[in-house]
């Protein structure tokens, strides 16, 4: 049926009124569609990308994810001004709901990203683009502060508590940060700053730190000026950090690199890292608080290390080392300019054990020690700390080393009537340097055997003539079993 409208088929004053009825309809249906809108927006869900519909990457994880979307969708400014914290924990939150429908990733694009600190979820995994960067807030009064940790009683720069750490996960399992050599860069010097005009009133944060957590991946990320430790797993367990590079000034204050902490099942592989304190540093608690507490670091292999660190070590173990350090396993490990290789730190007081370290393949080069083992590293978090707990040192191997331009072999102190016990060192080359100590060796308090090492050794260390080699352990442990998936991505526009 066809409707023919004739011109002045209604009265002018109805036309108007019309008129005015379509009008205020369009208006209160524009209005009404921007509170809409506007509801969007602060309910703002993530754009779950269409693989058909965009380019790929690609990456080796421990779990891939169903899920993605990019810090953009979140309203993320990549401009190195907006302060994203914000977005960061919104985004991170408004995924943690597929924490069980397949898990999610958040793509950070290129871009430098200014952000505070901000917290994990499980199942999920933070992807950096090779050209972004997060950078760390320098405003300290917005950085929140936390309890000290269990084991330790007290901040470390300061008594009470701590800044929390730039990227802090608690309670957590399966999580994955990564990228393709993105950087997170702490912006650190404000920090030291502070810490050398002795104006902190908590301890400084870390760039990365997992308490309490289980399956954790750590990978393929430059760190750069943390403002003190780089990356702190702890009370945590099946972690793999690798191929990651952490750079400090080298002056820099309490810059160590990978610190794992009362953790159990423990892989770090392929990291170069130029630090201004110990490249590695196995901990696990500071006098009473961390022998009350009696979390031991187990089963820890390090292999292809390299490190530059004038002004401490390649490995240190301890010096709060109180809930004790057991099979620990570093292979290929080079050093350059380093002050020592392996180091042992501990004192009267720690209670704790170090046993079963096994070291096979360094390559040390311009050196002050090759190996040292001290027992008077006496600095305790308070005056409760108990005089009758005395570590337990024993049980440590080296084999197959060489070490060029070193200023003393080895400084081996233990603590009278404690001495350390069973030292191994097999195969192992030390050529001085120009201007090296007349005594290449110091000893006390020290027992254990040597073969094929030059120069001889101190006569604590007796030498059992050619062809024995120390103990290596030749079982694999369930963290080396571990297999990386390809996970495949869609990248946001």
Known sequence: MNFLWRKNSFPHHQIQMKLSVVKWIVVIWAVFGLINNSNKVECRKPRLHSEESLPNFEYSAISCRKH??????????????????????????????????????????????????????????????????????????????????????????????????????????????????????????????????????????????????????????????????????????????????????????????????SCTNTRIEDVYIVSGDDCIAVKSGWDEYGIAFGMPTRQLVIRRLTCISPYSAAIALGSEMSGGIQDVRAEDIVAINTESGVRIKTAVGRGGFVKDIHVKGMNLQTMKWAFWMTGNYGSHPDPGWDPKAIPEITRINYRDVVADDVKMAARLEGISGDPFTEICMSNVTISMAQKAKKVPWTCTDIQGITSGVEPQPCSLLADQGPGMACVFPQDTLDIEKVEMQKCTYPIGN
Not at 135 to 142: E, R, Y
Not at 151 to 172: E, H, K, M, Q, V
Not at 215 to 236: D, E, G, K, M, R
């Open 68 to 261: 993605s979307a990019s810090i953009e969708d979140f309203g993320g400014v990549g401009d190195g001004k907006t302060l994203n914290t914000k977005a960061f924990q919104e985004a991170i939150n408004n995924l943690s709901q597929y924490a069980y429908d397949g898990g999610s990733q958040l793509f950070v694009p290129a871009g430098k990203w200014l952000t505070g600190s901000f917290n994990l979820t499980s199942h999920f995994t933070l992807y950096l683009d090779k050209d972004a960067v997060l950078l760390a807030s320098q405003d300290i009064n917005t950085w929140p502060v936390i309890s000290p940790l269990p084991s330790y009683g007290r901040g470390r720069d300061a008594a009470g508590g701590r800044y929390i750490s730039l990227i802090f996960g608690t309670n957590l399992t399966d999580v994955v940060v990564t990228g393709a050599n993105g950087t997170i860069d702490g912006q650190g010097e404000i920090w030291w700053d502070q810490f050398h005009h002795k104006k902190l009133k908590y301890t400084r944060p870390y760039l990365i730190e997992i308490m309490y957590s289980d399956n954790i991946q750590i990978s393929n990320l430059t760190f750069l000026n943390a403002p003190t430790w780089n990356v702190h797993p702890i009370y945590s367990s099946n972690i793999i950090i690798q191929g990651i590079t952490i750079l400090a000034p080298i002056k820099s204050p309490n810059t160590d690199g990978i610190n794992p902490d």
